[in-house]
């Protein structure tokens, strides 16, 4: 055997690993519903100030981003783009939600919101923490 590591894999050596740990996981996971969502927010002048993306896998939404433009902040934005991506999620079937989010972003902003921290990773990248929380969607 050979073995070899590759500081700069191609976008084609990276789909090619994806799709085989696919088709080795497809016995346990093959039919779960999977999509994408978004959510914007605008403000008088129709440009966008807000957004959050997410994806649902089975019954969880994870949720990749959430940007509030900082003109923005403390206005409540973030928690309606939140509260929608939720109870779209729920409507889709999903029942729980999961994030995360570095140690000078938003932590406090989701244990507000009934998130609930399950996991933190200290020095990450170098010296923040990454912190990974979640929460039951039914619990509102």
């Known amino acids: ?80 783009l939140l509260s929608n991506l939720e109870e779209y999620a729920k409507e889709m079937g999903c029942k729980m939600a999961f994030v995360d989010t570095l140690s000078f972003q938003a932590k406090p902003f989701y244990e507000k919101h009934g998130y609930q921290c399950q996991m933190t990773l200290s020095d990450y990248p170098v010296d923040h923490a990454l912190h990974f929380l979640t929460k039951a969607l039914n619990e509102d």
């Open 1 to 80: 055997m050979k073995y070899r590591m590759d500081a700069s894999p191609s976008d084609d050596d990276i789909t090619a690993i994806r799709q085989q740990l696919q088709q080795s996981n497809a016995p346990f996971l093959a039919g779960l519903p999977e999509g994408s969502l978004a959510g914007y927010a605008y403000n008088d002048n129709d440009e966008r100030i807000g957004g959050v993306v997410a994806n649902t896998w089975g019954q969880w939404l994870l949720i990749k981003y959430l940007w509030v433009d900082d003109a923005f902040r403390h206005r409540h934005v973030g928690s309606h």
